[in-house]
């Protein structure tokens, strides 16, 4: 058996080892999305191997008896001059080394190694294809942890019941934007939400929400988020300032007369009508009802009616206030994590529009491109490597001008003579700005412009060149509708025929005498 002091002396050392490792991880320039995230996943892992470490160390440092039988042990001898102790130990020593001759000293050094091992394409073979571990954590639609793939949720939400009208991929997404301005799914009908198919749909969005977050933030603590999301809900949850899960007081019972309908609470049963309710005061159940429940401290039970006894006419009881807390739960973490993911779905939204756009040859294209390894980036020496970032620090861009070819501003005056700095909005691209005349004009042939018109019913022709307002599209393409009609209509009264006697007639005139048989 080891000393326990001995064992404290290398975690400690070990820790301090896994923090230099934990540097070198973190001090790496990484321009890269991929580069990052690798990075940030290694930095994840070496902090759990050093709080696991803390952990033991905490445990070794409260086992006192154990340390100060140890002290004891070595401090002490029972004559002096003895060194029967060190002489056992260095014993076991020698033993252990002479048993496995070829161990190393410890395996951190063999972990730390892997976990700053960089691995290049370059040093492989063309046929050995590397398999990333970060990669293996996202599918092909969420491209690396870039994008959000919320497909299946999506066919969950259309497949509930009492949905209503079924929304597309693009609107779902917009429905989850409204994160930003309050809880989410508030759109939907109540009755929807009540039931078990939403507790069902909202627990797997929340899943994979989660599950995202710690797969593309693996050093945010999101378990210290949900626990603060978890007692703020808490608090609103006992102040019933969290409204929409409770049941419509229509569906509630009414008492004697109140609301739609008549409830009569000695009979236990429900009267849509008062003449039938005031008929049947005078029968003999009601009465004999009526006398029974006076004699007794509860009205009778009634499967017929809800049970008056643990229902309010103004409101529903504690217990079906809780039945639907864990959906509502479940809603308000959901729209935390959407909150802080907000930007992560915009980007969604852009590109889902953009693969709309697209034709299936260039989504083949773009897979393929995809799939292949990313380029090696060019490495340069030391006094090179210095050099290029002294002239990056150089730069000076007070005025935010837009880089040329060579990464450095553009002349201000070459800035002003394209016009960069004028703005040109157009909202058929969803009020996207474009900066100066150029790019303005370049856009009505790209791939977001023509799916906003696509998106209108409109062809994104030329007669539509320059229009940038939704109103004025839709104008536009109600003249042009008009002045189509126009030209046929002046067709068939301008174009002239003539039948086997001689005689002329317009076109009009001619196909319907030829309809009737006269010519």
Same mark, same amino acid.
């Given at each position: 058996?080891?000393?326990?002091?001995?064992?404290?002396?290398?975690?400690?050392?070990?820790?301090?080892?896994?923090?230099?490792?934990?540097?070198?991880?973190?001090?790496? !320039?990484?321009?890269?999305?991929?580069?990052?995230? +690798?990075?940030?996943?290694?930095?994840?892992?070496?902090?759990? @191997?050093?709080?696991?470490?803390?952990?033991?160390?905490?445990?070794?440092?409260?086992?006192?008896?154990?340390?100060?039988?140890?002290?004891?042990?070595?401090?002490?001898?029972?004559?002096?001059?003895?060194?029967?102790?060190?002489?056992?130990?260095?014993?076991?020593?020698?033993?252990?080394?002479?048993?496995?001759?070829?161990?190393?000293?410890?395996?951190? #050094?063999? $972990?730390?190694?892997?976990?700053?091992?960089?691995?290049?394409?370059?040093?492989?073979?063309?046929?050995?294809?590397?398999?990333?571990?970060?990669?293996?954590?996202?599918?092909?639609?969420?491209?690396?942890?870039?994008?959000?793939?919320?497909?299946?949720?999506?066919?969950?939400?259309?497949?509930?019941?009492?949905?209503? %009208?079924?929304?597309?991929?693009?609107?779902?997404?917009?429905?989850?934007?409204?994160?930003?301005?309050?809880?989410?799914?508030?759109?939907?009908?109540?009755?929807?939400?009540? =039931?078990?198919?939403?507790?069902?749909?909202?627990?797997?969005?929340?899943?994979?929400?989660?599950?995202?977050?710690?797969?593309?933030? !693996?050093?945010?603590?999101?378990?210290?988020?949900?626990?603060?999301?978890? /007692?703020?809900?808490?608090?609103?949850?006992?102040?019933?300032?969290? $409204?929409?899960?409770?049941?419509?007081?229509?569906?509630?019972?009414?008492? $004697?007369?109140?609301?739609?309908?008549?409830? =009569?609470?000695?009979?236990?049963?429900?009267?849509?009508?008062?003449?039938?309710?005031?008929?049947?005061?005078?029968?003999?159940?009601?009465?004999?009802?009526?006398?029974?429940?006076?004699?007794?401290?509860?009205?009778?039970?009634?499967?017929?009616?809800?049970?008056?006894?643990?229902?309010?006419?103004?409101?529903?009881?504690?217990?079906?206030?809780?039945?639907?807390?864990?959906?509502?739960?479940?809603?308000?973490?959901?729209?935390?994590?959407?909150?802080?993911?907000?930007?992560?779905?915009?980007?969604? %939204?852009?590109?889902?529009?953009?693969?709309?756009?697209?034709?299936?040859?260039? @989504? #083949?294209?773009?897979?393929? /491109?995809?799939?292949?390894?990313?380029?090696?980036?060019?490495?340069?020496?030391?006094?090179?490597?210095?050099? /290029?970032?002294?002239?990056?620090?150089?730069?000076?861009?007070?005025?935010?001008?837009?880089?040329?070819?060579?990464?450095?501003?553009?002349?201000?005056?070459?800035?002003?003579? *394209?016009?960069?700095?004028?703005?040109?909005? =157009? /909202?058929? =691209?969803? $009020? *996207?700005?474009?900066?100066?005349?150029?790019?303005?004009?370049?856009?009505?042939?790209?791939? @977001?412009?023509?799916?906003?018109?696509?998106?209108?019913?409109?062809?994104?022709?030329?007669?539509?060149?320059?229009?940038?307002?939704?109103?004025?599209?839709?104008?536009?393409?109600?003249?042009?509708?008009?002045?189509?009609?126009?030209?046929?209509?002046?067709?068939?009264?301008?174009?002239?025929?003539?039948?086997?006697?001689?005689?002329?007639?317009?076109?009009?005139?001619?196909?319907?005498?030829?309809? +009737?048989?006269?010519?």
């Amino acid at each position: 058996m080891d000393s326990i002091i001995e064992l404290q002396r290398q975690t400690h050392e070990e820790i301090e080892r896994y923090e230099r490792a934990l540097y070198t991880v973190l001090s790496r !320039p990484q321009n890269v999305h991929q580069g990052r995230l +690798q990075n940030e996943h290694k930095a994840a892992q070496i902090l759990d @191997r050093i709080s696991s470490r803390i952990t033991t160390l905490n445990s070794a440092y409260q086992d006192q008896d154990a340390r100060k039988l140890e002290i004891d042990t070595i401090s002490t001898p029972s004559q002096p001059g003895d060194l029967s102790e060190f002489y056992t130990r260095l014993g076991k020593i020698q033993e252990h080394h002479n048993k496995y001759p070829d161990a190393g000293a410890d395996g951190v #050094e063999f $972990d730390i190694a892997t976990l700053l091992e960089e691995v290049d394409p370059e040093d492989y073979d063309d046929d050995y294809v590397y398999e990333d571990p970060v990669a293996n954590m996202f599918s092909g639609e969420e491209v690396y942890g870039k994008y959000l793939d919320l497909h299946a949720n999506h066919t969950t939400y259309n497949n509930m019941k009492n949905i209503g %009208k079924r929304i597309g991929y693009l609107q779902y997404l917009d429905a989850l934007l409204l994160s930003e301005k309050g809880p989410i799914h508030m759109d939907i009908p109540k009755e929807t939400r009540l =039931c078990r198919d939403y507790e069902t749909y909202i627990g797997a969005l929340n899943t994979y929400l989660t599950s995202f977050m710690r797969r593309t933030q !693996p050093l945010f603590d999101i378990e210290s988020k949900q626990t603060s999301t978890i /007692e703020e809900f808490d608090k609103k949850w006992e102040a019933d300032e969290i $409204d929409g899960w409770t049941a419509d007081g229509s569906q509630k019972a009414q008492v $004697d007369g109140s609301g739609e309908g008549i409830w =009569c609470t000695a009979c236990q049963r429900m009267y849509s009508k008062q003449t039938v309710y005031d008929a049947h005061l005078t029968s003999k159940k009601h009465i004999k009802a009526t006398s029974k429940q006076v004699s007794s401290d509860q009205p009778p039970t009634n499967p017929n009616g809800p049970p008056s006894a643990t229902r309010t006419p103004n409101g529903p009881t504690a217990s079906s206030k809780n039945k639907h807390r864990t959906a509502a739960l479940l809603t308000y973490l959901a729209t935390a994590l959407l909150g802080d993911l907000a930007q992560t779905l915009n980007d969604t %939204k852009a590109n889902v529009e953009r693969r709309f756009s697209l034709t299936a040859k260039e @989504r #083949e294209q773009e897979i393929l /491109e995809s799939q292949k390894p990313p380029a090696p980036q060019p490495t340069a020496g030391p006094e090179g490597g210095a050099e /290029e970032e002294e002239e990056e620090e150089r730069i000076y861009n007070p005025l935010k001008l837009p880089m040329g070819w060579d990464g450095k501003p553009i002349p201000y005056w070459l800035y002003k003579l *394209h016009g960069l700095g004028v703005e040109y909005r =157009c /909202e058929i =691209c969803s $009020d *996207h700005v474009y900066m100066g005349r150029k790019n303005f004009e370049r856009h009505f042939q790209e791939s @977001r412009h023509a799916f906003g018109m696509r998106a209108l019913g409109l062809p994104n022709t030329k007669h539509f060149h320059e229009i940038t307002k939704i109103e004025d599209a839709m104008a536009l393409a109600e003249r042009l509708k008009r002045e189509g009609r126009h030209e046929i209509f002046e067709q068939e009264t301008m174009e002239e025929l003539e039948d086997e006697e001689g005689n002329v007639y317009n076109r009009k005139t001619y196909d319907d005498l030829k309809k +009737q048989g006269l010519i």
